[in-house]
């Protein structure tokens, strides 16, 4: 059983930045791949952007890529997902999740085991 717990999350103006980081309960946390995700108020849960268990194998979603860049820790059992120039649209619950290995579809919710609680982002304009 693996828990996660996002944090970093709050209020900032458009342009601005913020780290996330999704923190992990298991040592073994360096084997699992992990996803970060967003859900906009009234829309479906979107993938942001995935990394494998040793951090080498990388995913980014065209629509934040240049923007948002996710990272891992393993020595912290932590994953981070740095944004960059936020924009309004980027106002959303964002989740990490974890995988046992690395999703043939990122974006296929089902390939994640364990989901973190969320962490609100909101972007003012």
């Known amino acids: 059983q693996v828990q996660l717990v996002e944090s970093g999350g709050g209020l900032v103006q458009a342009g601005g930045s913020l780290r996330l980081s999704c923190a992990a309960s298991?040592?073994?946390?360096?084997?699992?791949?992990v996803g970060w995700f967003r859900q906009p108020p009234g829309k479906e849960r979107e993938v942001l952007a995935v990394?494998?268990?040793?951090?080498?194998?990388?995913y980014h979603v065209d629509s934040v890529k240049g923007r948002f860049t996710i990272s891992r820790d393993n020595a912290k059992n932590t994953v981070y997902l740095q944004m960059n120039s936020l924009k309004p649209e980027d106002t959303a619950i964002y989740y990490c999740?974890?995988?046992?290995?690395?999703?043939?579809?990122?974006?296929?919710?089902?390939?994640?085991?364990?989901w973190g609680p969320g962490t609100q982002v909101t972007v003012s304009s």
């Open positions: 990394i494998s268990g040793d951090g080498n194998q990388l």
């Open positions: 999740a974890a995988a046992t290995i690395f999703p043939i579809i990122p974006a296929r919710k089902e390939g994640y085991s364990y």
């Open positions: 298991q040592r073994t946390f360096s084997s699992y791949a």
